[in-house]
């Protein structure tokens, strides 16, 4: 089945270390996004990717990083300068030939404590 | 820049009510709009989207849209709703500026009753 892979579902980390998200397509789309999903604030952009090798910040990139080795894989490190990290992570991937509708993971929830 | 607003963030309804979701952007040119769903448990998925031609839009599980340019809405519909249309709903609007971004709304959160 073609999708978008999110993983771990849930992950928890200490306050102070760096953790990577893992998003993974095997739709052979040219852009993915990250997202970060808050009660009563909607999707808010992280970073997006419209080809291999190449990425731009969002609206909220301070504390984040990203990286596009591979079209199929986008993974987004949450560093510990991020001062609110704990949310609904969602990544998203669309074909890139014009505007189309985005295709979403299932999310990672992550947890600072 | 661009933005969305959804204005009900949170509604309840009976089953069989009928329901409207509103939803304005703020830029007035060519623009092509999407309505998600996000169902308990479930990845956003897309209910409906509008290109371009006729102005109502039809998507999935009954649902419906309408795109008035001088409103800058573009609101959802459904006639008669179940409870299995409880879910929070977002609008989305390409960004105008030509990148690949999409701007969405702060999302309805919408529970049907039984």
């Known amino acids: 089945d073609g999708g978008i892979t999110q993983s771990p579902k849930y992950l928890f980390r200490k306050e102070g270390q760096n953790v990577t998200l893992s998003c993974e397509q095997n739709?052979?789309?040219?852009?993915m996004y990250w997202y970060r999903q808050d009660p009563g604030q909607g999707l808010r952009l992280i970073y997006y990717?419209?080809?291999?090798?190449?990425?731009q910040k969002g609206d909220i990139a301070e504390g984040y990083s990203v990286s596009r080795e591979k079209k199929e894989s986008f993974p987004l490190t949450v560093t510990s300068a991020q001062k609110n990290p704990t949310a609904f992570y969602l990544c998203?991937?669309?074909?890139?030939?014009?505007?189309?509708?985005?295709?979403f993971g299932p999310g990672t929830r992550l947890t600072v404590t | 820049a661009q933005s969305v607003s959804q204005h009900n963030h949170h509604v309840i309804l009976s089953e069989a009510a009928s329901l409207e979701l509103g939803c304005n952007y703020s830029?007035?040119?060519?623009?092509?709009l999407f309505w998600y769903v996000q169902y308990p448990g479930q990845h956003l998925q897309l209910l409906l989207k509008?290109?371009?031609?006729?102005?109502l839009v039809k998507g999935i599980k009954g649902f419906e849209a309408e795109f008035i340019k001088s409103k800058f809405s573009f609101n959802l519909r459904k006639p008669s709703v179940q409870w299995s249309d409880t879910a929070e709903y977002f609008c989305?609007?390409?960004?105008?500026?030509?990148?690949?971004?999409?701007?969405f709304g702060t999302g309805t959160r919408l529970k049907v009753l039984a």
């Open positions: 990717s419209q080809i291999v090798n190449d990425f």
């Open positions: 830029y007035g040119g060519t623009v092509n």
């Open positions: 998203a991937s669309t074909p890139g030939q014009g505007f189309n509708e985005q295709y």
């Open positions: 739709l052979n789309h040219d852009a």
């Open positions: 509008y290109f371009s031609g006729d102005p």
């Open positions: 989305a609007v390409n960004d105008p500026s030509g990148t690949y971004k999409y701007i």
